[in-house]
């Protein structure tokens, strides 16, 4: 069983900065891929960036330049630090974990897990 604990959401004004962590937790020897989604109301959940394990980072084209994904293998956490925040950028930020190995018994689990989110409010 994996855990995914998101914090760092709130409100900041337009042109500000915000940095969401994610904390995994459980039986985890190593994930493939950490990212982060989000979902702003009447839309659909859409990838922001993403951090496969040994590969290169990738980036939804709206955040791109602003927005930089980062993650610490050892401590099983992903950042996401978020600058010059557009009003556009309001939504729920989801942790996402894909590809799992258990450190109990090796057994990779190809499922995607998720957090319960964290607000991002961009308003002046």
């Known amino acids: 069983q994996v855990q995914l604990v998101e914090s760092g959401g709130g409100l900041v004004q337009p042109g500000g900065s915000l940095r969401l962590s994610c904390a995994a937790s459980g039986s985890i020897a190593r994930i493939n891929t950490m990212g982060w989604y989000r979902q702003a109301p009447g839309k659909e959940r859409e990838l922001v960036a993403s951090?496969?394990?040994?590969?290169?980072?990738k980036y939804a084209d709206s955040v791109k330049g602003r927005f930089t994904i980062s993650r610490d293998n050892a401590k099983n956490m992903v950042y996401l630090q978020m600058n010059s925040l557009k009003p556009e950028d309001t939504a729920v930020y989801y942790c996402n974990a894909q590809g799992v190995v258990s450190s109990e018994t090796y057994t990779y689990y190809g499922m995607d897990y998720w957090g319960e989110g964290t607000l991002v409010t961009v308003s002046s």
């Open positions: 951090f496969p394990s040994g590969g290169r980072t």
